[in-house]
């Protein structure tokens, strides 16, 4: 494995650790494109394990200035995504691409309740 690869495979790694930005990408791999304010309530949902109707402003707007002020622009920094905070648009750019390989299995591993209990010891 030579450096340049090393390093694009730290940084995806690096990008998919913090759980907002795996569920923002989530999101957005379904739909190619999404506005923030209407992720927000499903991001914050998965968050707490609960639906998003019962999801606290408070806790919407503790992720909103996490998103805005962290994971939008390091996504962005990384060519993964492409946004404006004026309209709220957010969609997915090329850099998407070397992500999405290990985005699926980061899924599927929060999606089966097994291997997540796992993954929590």
């Given amino acids: 494995m030579n450096d340049a ?13 913090e759980s907002e930005r795996r569920y923002l990408l989530y999101e957005l791999a379904n739909h190619r494109s999404a506005n923030l304010e209407d992720v927000i309530g499903q991001i914050a949902a998965w968050k707490h394990d609960t639906h998003p109707s019962q999801v606290d402003t408070e806790a919407r707007q503790r992720l909103y200035v996490s998103l805005v002020h962290n994971h939008l622009p390091r996504l962005a920094d990384y060519g993964v995504i492409d946004y404006d905070l004026r309209s709220g648009d957010i969609v997915l750019d090329d850099g998407f691409d070397d992500l999405k390989p290990l985005l699926k299995q980061f899924k599927q591993t929060e999606d089966d309740p097994e291997l997540r209990q796992l993954s929590s010891l």
């Fill in 5 to 17: 690869t090393a390093t694009r495979m730290e940084a995806a790694c690096s990008l998919l650790a």
